[in-house]
């Protein structure tokens, strides 16, 4: 069973707007990650944000973490067509679990 | 090597038949993965290893999966008689540490059963 729910389901959007992703989580957590899918590729790790933290930046990602509501936020900024894909989130404790994921698509 | 490589990059097999799927992590990775991905779902854990040890086999949908990774390098997971319902995508993963952070993937193994 999946622990991370990603909110929407999919994202379309045009060239330069950003792009807004959520997760849910059930459990207690260390870490959350976020991690990218192009079709039919592996997935890429994005940006990790640890329960202690509340916000973290990596060039055009922001991603925000509230431990009390159990959700996290990933924000692309001025998206480009590249930035076309699915997008997960994944919590451990024990074994990292991925949500459903968020597919994104970026029109030129 | 640059990255996780996994073979075959596909395979289809008949219902009945054993498959063996390879993973080569990063040299040096401590941690591997691997993962099922059905059509338009995320990655469903499987089993987990540190070094050549198998910490966790949780995920193993049933007796007919197993997995391996006798000289803490490289890994096979095994699907004996294989159904349709195994059709899948099996990714592998490697983190160079102990424990789940920045996990670097394959481009994985897609499983067609007839």
């Known amino acids: 069973s999946q622990q991370g729910e990603e909110d929407p389901q999919a994202l379309s959007i045009q060239e330069g707007e950003n792009a807004t992703m959520n997760c849910s989580y059930k459990t207690s957590i260390n870490n959350l990650q976020w991690y990218r899918q192009n079709s039919g590729r592996g997935l890429v790790h994005l940006i990790l944000?640890?329960?202690?933290?509340r916000e973290k930046h990596s060039g055009r990602l922001r991603v925000t973490l509230d431990t009390s509501k159990k959700s996290s936020s990933l924000l692309i900024t001025a998206s480009r067509a590249a930035d076309t894909a699915s997008y997960f989130c994944a919590t451990d404790p024990n074994k990292l679990v991925f949500g459903a994921g968020t597919i994104l698509r970026v029109k030129s | 090597g640059a990255g996780v490589s996994q073979s075959p990059r596909y395979k289809v097999a008949k219902r009945g038949q054993d498959v063996a799927l390879r993973c080569d992590p990063i040299s040096g990775h401590v941690s591997l993965f691997w993962y099922q991905q059905a059509l338009g779902q995320g990655p469903e854990f499987l089993t987990y290893f540190q070094n050549e040890a198998q910490l966790d086999k949780s995920g193993l949908p049933s007796d007919r999966f197993f997995a391996e990774r006798p000289e803490g390098s490289v890994s096979t997971l095994k699907i004996q008689r294989t159904q349709q319902e195994d059709s899948a995508v099996y990714l592998c993963a490697s983190s160079l540490h102990r424990g789940n952070e920045k996990l670097f993937f394959g481009s994985g193994t897609q499983l067609s059963v007839l």
């Open positions: 944000i640890r329960s202690n933290e």
